[in-house]
Nanobody
Framework: QVQLVESGGGLVQAGGSLRLSCAAS????????MGWYRQAPGKQRALVAA???????NYADSVKGRFTISRDNAKNTVYLQMNNLKPEDTAVYYC?????????WGQGTQVTVSS
């Protein structure tokens, strides 16, 4: 079994920054891709950013140039640095980790950006 613990969400003013963390533990041999998704009220969950085991990244167009995803393989942790936040970034952010062809989700962390 794999457990994911997220942290770093909160309330911030537009233009501010937050850093999300997601630490994996348990049966985590062979972590592949790690990523962040978000879900705003009334909308579907959507990809924000992802990073492969080799370090390749991809981002949603709406966050390119503002968000940076990274991972620390020694700590089994994925990060999302969010800069120049906008009110439209308000959502619950979820991390997703792939382990041996299965996907695991974190519990979600709320990010609220005030205008």
């Amino acid at each position: 079994q794999v457990q994911l613990v997220e942290s770093g969400g909160g309330l911030v003013q537009a233009g501010g920054s937050l850093r999300l963390s997601c630490a994996a533990s348990g049966s985590i041999f062979g972590i592949s891709a790690m990523g962040w998704y978000r879900q705003a009220p009334g909308k579907q969950r959507a990809l924000v950013a992802a990073i492969t085991s080799g370090g390749s990244t991809n981002y949603a167009d709406s966050v390119k140039g503002r968000f940076t995803i990274s991972r620390d393989n020694a700590k089994n942790t994925v990060y999302l640095q969010m800069n120049n936040l906008k009110p439209e970034d308000t959502a619950v952010y979820y991390c997703k980790v792939g382990v041996q062809n299965r996907d695991y989700w974190g519990q979600g962390t709320q990010v609220t950006v005030s205008s």
